[in-house]
Nanobody, 124 residues
């Protein structure tokens, strides 16, 4: 079955960087779009970034543009979220998700498979 496993979260200070990884298995990774979402305590799941199956098109939430970079390594079945200049408001559980279609990439409801999440905490 499809499995996604996130890693790389942690506790950092404002201005620091982290790189999250998402390892995928049980699917033909190169035919699936990938997305990153986050959920802070008491809030809904929020779109962060997404990439089409080929990696040619990428989308970012306004709140992370210029600071976060999404990439994927199809031969290795890996997706990454490089997060620079982290802010306390970036504190959340971060999830990777995948779907075959490249439409509605910013909507969490459109994704079929989810990882378990990794905690990112940014102190001020």
């Amino acid at each position: 079955q499809v499995q996604l496993v996130e890693s790389g979260g942690g506790l950092v200070q404002a201005g620091d960087s982290l790189r999250l990884s998402c390892a995928a298995s049980g699917l033909t990774f190169s035919t699936y779009a990938m997305g990153w979402f986050r959920q802070a305590p008491g809030k809904g799941r929020e779109f962060v970034a997404a990439v089409t199956y080929s990696g040619e098109a990428k989308y970012y939430a306004d709140s992370v543009k210029g600071r976060f970079t999404l990439s994927r390594d199809n031969p290795k079945n890996l997706a990454y979220l490089q997060m620079n200049n982290l802010k306390p408001e970036d504190t959340a559980v971060y999830y990777c998700a995948t779907k075959q279609s490249s439409v509605r990439l910013t909507s969490p409801d459109a994704y079929n498979y989810w990882g378990q999440g990794t905690q990112v905490t940014v102190s001020s």
